[in-house]
């Protein structure tokens, strides 16, 4: 049972993820540090010369060069970083634009029957609350399938302890396939499916009880063929990185994901998706072999000609909690990027209808690959912008990409704002810091997770990471609402874990 | 495990989902798509206005008003630009932001237009037309935005195009004419139909731009703020106004930056800073007076504006006045006046403070008679009605008929004199008799041209720097007899007494030639050829200083 726990990284298997994939704000952030450094007038006098002095001295042929590069960089690198914020305010555009990322508030009947699909592994801890959540959502017509690992008698035993609770919503699949991962389990329980759509959960998932109805509502609405759904996560204040990484979640699902279903090409989360069945069935399901099947079947289906619809709404937002720990969301991160890079390579996205899809396919999904060069291209840019002698409408230019980092500091700075108001939650001026000060480790931390997925790429090295979860969204009842007491929250639930 | 409570809250208690945003939406949100034949109807009246501005700002272009020190200065900035690779023909010393001039140089160079005309002053009056037929169209847009039926947005584009006022400060080469479009720009984004959020970046950087060209712009600041805060929904504001900001303090920032890259931020000796820049604007420039008095230089910059268009100038204070009952007008009429009340600050109040007075003016004026009389016409009594018509059809007529016999005058001289003329034979005199290798003392609107008739760039002295910059004291070591002509303007004639060494060049100078009479006079005087006793003795400017005192004693 050890040998298979989830710490044999090789072995383990699904995991649950849905999935802010974000630009590299590194880039741009990576260069406003060096702008900074800049902006210090020592450093400034001894590093940019006066544009006479350049004339008088002539440039040579590597000075001309390296500007050459400088100016490239930074235009490149603006252009990156002003798509990234451009998306990332994207549902704000306009009020219209934000009320149509929404659920519309008409009242209909239910149309559709659901198969909700909860594969599990090891999560014994949390399964049989998210099973019993699921099996009292508020829709008539509707079965939950939990997806067990034979090998897993665990977590079999708290599936099927919920299936007994519940025995016309909850059924138990097992999945006997070796090695195992997510799309596996999901093909396997795809068969057992008898529902008009499939959506996917994961088993620490919080979902909300209206959900269901609302989907239906959106699907009737839109006429869609995929519905994604919203995904939060809320442990901001359990360690310096969990709040960027709960602000990722926020900008990605609240606006960023509507513009790539606008543009018809969307990377799925990995769960509150919601997919026809027959569709999926006749996309032959979730590819196995891929390490982010959701961004893949999102970008198989774009590709079909699917319609995908996103809508979000806080209160009914999925809620989830951040990896354990640093090392799970370096692994976690690495997984993802390397999928996209799967993905690419894969090259469905290549049969995209219009050249701004493929065009948009192929930057999105290169992303993994722009954010190790960049690694590499701003030290040498720092390194001529000290060296070399600039003319200042050059230096100028290098600070560009500077702007839009600024801008996307300030829209964090706001979008914290915001989501402590739709959840509910104090944010206070310490919040607001941890913010601001760890935007650059996170994009350092983000960068090496990018170059360690395309290293694993390039070797073959294709397998599952999982990620652990403790149970910190949730408030157990001891500590119900005292939020002080989070940490604790987690030290037990792990405790719990690691008991089973 | 023991039962969960999940930490939302119970079913029964959701609130009902989706909070549209919608029903009451501020103004400007979401107006309806304008359709091609809405679109063609604009074309037809705009068209011809734009032509009517161009036509009236481009006949006689040269002629009126005579060119003066200040159109000279940018011109030779724009060209010192393309020519040099240099901010400016002098040392820059951050008197005002380069983007004015940056962005002449931008015409003239795609356009070649120094090699197109004699005087280069009108290469930069060419640029002035074309701002001002830009800031025509925007003036047209904003007058819509601002819910004005295209009758009162033509009203509106006329007065531009027409005042006396607005033609002769429009044809001068100021940085204000440049900044204005950009000004009236960032008003017409600002109250966007569609895409807020770019609506309102697209603002911010184009008021950026406009304070970057002229920094008094930046007193519209907050009535900027105010129309976009009035404009931006509950829902979005969060998000739209702080990006607002961020690009807007952006923009102003390169500013800074490039000071900064040229270790020219923070004061240090024997160097131009921009620290230095905004002390002297802000501080140490000399006040021009309280307004109320009438020998200050306020009163007689405020007399310039009102001896060419008194007309429109007291109906757009009293147009301001009512326009803040009306909503949509509320912000620039409150922009309008506050910028008026201004004025009666002790500082300095430059002479083209009035320019982007100007567009408000032309648009207040026929949106307050608008707004009043739709507000007749809906008047439910039928007296009232009657009396509101009749009162406000008074008031129109009143001003086009006051419009057109006051302003045919000035219009006409705008439109056939030559001003220029003498600038031009002062000019010419010099290329004929002056050696190439003389040094003139002259005023910076003719400075190009003398350069490129061959005259050596540290040979033509700008008066203004005679005494101020010291590279050009340093190359005229014996003061003022280093010099061999002074070519006096009315401009200068304005200086002279603040400035020694000019002074005492014009004092030991004996008028050549004058042409013009007037104000618009402009002599040329040559300086008397010294004493080589003297000028042997004379080491330093202060030696000369002290030879002239005594030779001024009779």
């Known amino acids: ?500 | 495990m023991a039962a969960v409570t999940l930490s939302r809250p119970a079913t029964s208690a959701v609130r009902p989902l989706p909070r549209l945003p919608g029903d009451e939406l501020p103004e400007g949100a979401e107006p309806p798509r304008p359709r091609g034949g809405a679109r063609l109807r604009s074309l037809l009246w705009l068209v011809p206005l734009l032509a009517l501005t161009g036509l009236v700002q481009g006949i006689n272009l040269t002629g009126a008003p005579q060119r003066f020190d200040d159109e000279g200065t940018y011109v030779a900035q724009a060209f010192a630009v393309g020519t040099y690779g240099d901010l400016a023909h002098y040392t820059y010393f951050y008197d005002h932001p380069p983007l004015g001039w940056l962005q002449m140089a931008g015409w003239t160079q795609l356009t070649a237009g120094f090699s197109r005309y004699e005087e280069a002053v009108t290469a930069g009056r060419e640029f002035m037309l074309v701002c001002t037929l830009v800031a025509a169209g925007l003036l047209w847009l904003l007058a819509r935005r601002l819910e004005m039926s295209r009758p009162a947005a033509a009203a509106a584009v006329a007065i531009f195009a027409l005042s006396p006022l607005a033609v002769q400060f429009h044809r001068s080469v100021y940085l204000d004419n440049i900044a204005t479009p950009w000004l009236l720009a960032a008003f017409v984004l600002a109250l966007p139909r569609r895409e807020q959020l770019a609506g309102y970046a697209g603002a911010a950087a184009a008021f950026g731009v406009a304070v970057l060209t002229k920094e008094t712009y930046l007193l519209f600041l907050p009535f900027l703020a105010w129309q976009m805060w009035r404009g931006a929904h509950p829902s979005t504001r969060r998000y739209v106004l702080p990006v607002a900001g961020t690009v807007f303090v952006l923009v102003g920032s390169v500013y800074v930056l490039m000071a900064a890259l040229k270790h020219e931020l923070l004061p240090s000796a024997g160097r131009t800073s921009l620290w230095d820049g905004v002390w002297f604007q802000l501080v140490d420039r000399p006040g021009s007076g309280w307004l109320a008095d009438t020998s200050s230089a306020a009163y007689a910059t405020v007399g310039i504006w009102w001896r060419l268009d008194p007309l429109l100038i007291v109906a757009a204070l009293l147009a301001a006045r009512f326009a803040l009952h009306v909503r949509h007008l509320l912000p620039l009429a409150a922009a309008f006046l506050t910028l008026v009340a201004f004025m009666f600050r002790p500082g300095y109040l430059p002479v083209p403070y009035v320019v982007p007075l100007i567009p408000l003016a032309a648009l207040l004026v026929p949106g307050t008679v608008e707004a009043f009389l739709g507000r007749a016409l809906r008047s439910a009594r039928p007296h009232a009605r009657r009396f509101g018509l009749t009162a406000v059809a008074t008031v129109a007529a009143a001003g086009v008929g006051f419009a057109g016999a006051s302003w045919q005058a000035p219009l006409d001289a705008l439109l056939t004199t030559d001003q220029d003329r003498p600038m031009r034979q002062a000019q010419e005199w010099l290329e004929e008799h002056a050696d190439r290798d003389d040094r003139l003392i002259v005023d910076d609107a003719m400075w190009v041209d003398l350069v490129r008739a061959g005259f050596d760039r540290a040979g033509v002295v700008w008066y203004y720097k005679v005494d101020t910059d010291p590279s050009v004291v340093g190359r005229a070591p014996d003061g003022w007899s280093d010099y061999d002509y002074v070519v006096v303007t009315e401009s200068m004639r304005r200086l002279l007494g603040d400035a020694p060494v000019l002074d005492d060049a014009i004092r030991h100078a004996s008028t050549v030639v004058a042409f013009g009479t007037g104000t618009g006079m402009v002599e040329v005087l040559e300086v008397a050829v010294v004493d080589p006793d003297v000028a042997t003795g004379a080491a330093g400017p202060a030696t000369a200083a002290t030879a002239t005192a005594s030779s001024a004693v009779p």
């Not at chain 1, 809620?319 to 090392?327: A, D, M, V």
Request: proline fraction near 5%; hydrophobic fraction near 45%; include cysteine.
């Open chain 1, 1 to 500: 049972m050890s040998v298979n726990d989830s710490r044999s990284h090789e072995r383990a298997d699904r995991a649950r993820r849905s999935a802010p994939r974000r630009a590299p704000r590194l880039l741009t952030c990576l260069l406003g540090t060096a702008g900074l450094v800049l902006l210090s007038p020592s450093v400034a006098r001894a590093a940019v010369e006066p544009a006479a002095r350049v004339s008088e001295s002539g440039l040579d042929a590597w000075a001309v060069a390296g500007l050459t590069f400088l100016v490239l960089v930074s235009l490149f690198l603006t252009a990156v970083a002003v798509t990234t914020v451009a998306w990332m305010l994207h549902a704000w555009r306009s009020p219209q634009s934000l009320a149509a990322t929404g659920f519309s508030g008409r009242h209909r009947l239910p149309e559709r029957t659901f198969s909700l699909l909860v594969p599990a592994r090891h999560e014994e801890g949390v399964l049989g609350d998210t099973l019993d959540a699921l099996a009292a959502l508020q829709h008539p017509r509707y079965e939950v399938i939990a997806i067990v690992g034979h090998d897993d008698p665990g977590t079999d035993a708290v599936a099927r302890a919920a299936a007994a609770r519940h025995p016309s919503r909850v059924r138990v699949v097992v999945d006997d396939s070796v090695p195992k991962n997510k799309p596996k389990a999901l093909n396997r329980a795809l068969q057992e499916c008898r529902g008009d759509v499939v959506g996917v959960f994961d088993a620490e998932d919080d979902v909300h009880p209206q959900l269901l109805r609302l989907i239906d509502n959106r699907f009737t609405e839109t006429g869609a063929d995929v519905v994604q759904g919203g995904v939060q996560l809320m442990n901001m204040r359990t360690s310096w990185w969990s709040l960027r990484n709960c602000m990722e979640y926020y900008f990605w699902f609240r606006s960023r994901l509507h513009f790539h279903a606008q543009a018809r090409f969307i990377p799925l989360g990995g769960n509150t998706v919601f997919i026809r069945t027959a569709l999926i069935r006749d996309a032959g399901g979730w590819d196995a072999e891929c390490l982010a099947e959701d961004c893949e079947i999102g970008v198989r289906l774009s590709t079909n000609g699917a319609r995908v619809v996103v809508a979000y709404d806080p209160e009914v937002a999925t809620r989830e909690e951040t990896p354990g720990s640093l090392k799970s969301l370096y692994k976690q991160r690495t997984r993802w990027n390397q999928g996209f890079l799967q993905v690419l390579r894969k090259g469905e996205w290549r049969r995209l209808p219009t050249f701004r899809q493929r065009l948009m396919a192929r930057y999105l999904l290169t992303m993994p690959f722009l954010q190790a060069a960049t690694g590499v291209m701003i030290p040498i840019s720092v390194l001529l912008m000290l060296t070399a002698k600039v003319p200042t409408p050059i230096a100028l230019l290098t600070f560009l990409p500077l702007a839009p980092t600024v801008v996307s500091l300030v829209v964090e700075v706001a979008g914290l704002g915001d989501f402590g108001r739709v959840y509910g939650m104090r944010i206070r001026m310490r919040d607001y810091a941890r913010l601001l000060l760890g935007s650059f480790p996170y994009q350092v931390f983000l960068a090496a997770a990018a170059i360690r997925s395309v290293v694993r790429e390039l070797r073959g090295d294709g397998s599952w990471e999982k990620t652990e979860h403790s149970n910190v969204h949730r408030s157990l009842p001891v500590v119900a609402q005292l939020r002080p007491q989070l940490q604790t929250a987690n030290a037990v639930s792990l405790g719990e874990r690691e008991a089973v």
